[in-house]
């Protein structure tokens, strides 16, 4: 039986570029960081969360295609706030690059989509609370 998320990977091209980005932007904190057989394993994550984000240095598969009509589409990694439009702020001037000008109410709470690097789409969201 399936018990855990481990690792989600972010196809990345330059791994201390995406560590910056990851760590020093978005504010969250370095796990692993190991050279090994296939590549130097780099891994982050939310405080207190056992999921582990690795960001794999395999420029072929960085970046997503662009939305078509202008529908947003989230990103790979969907990662939530208790306070987005407070996080955003901080985000912003730590130099995070956003999609749209300020965070959107939608149907089931706030979102707004950052841009790594790379083109990835990381999409940020605050469920909305009963």
């Known amino acids: 039986m399936l018990t855990n998320l481990m690792f989600a990977t972010v196809y990345v091209t330059d791994q201390d570029r995406a560590l910056?980005?990851?760590?020093?932007?978005?504010?969250?904190?370095?796990?692993?960081d190991f050279p090994g057989p296939d590549g130097r394993f780099l891994t982050v994550g939310a405080p207190d969360s056992p999921v582990h984000i690795l960001l794999w240095s395999h420029a072929a598969a960085a970046g997503q295609p662009g939305d078509e009509g202008g529908i947003v589409s989230p990103g790979p990694l969907i990662l939530e706030s208790d306070d987005l439009r407070a996080d955003f702020e901080i985000m912003r001037q730590r130099g995070v690059v956003f999609e749209q000008p300020e965070p959107e109410d939608y149907p089931f709470g706030i979102r707004v989509e950052a841009l790594d690097p790379d083109g990835n789409r990381v999409s940020l969201r605050q469920q909305r609370k009963p």
């Open 20 to 32: 910056e980005f990851y760590a020093g932007g978005l504010g969250l904190e370095k796990r692993v």
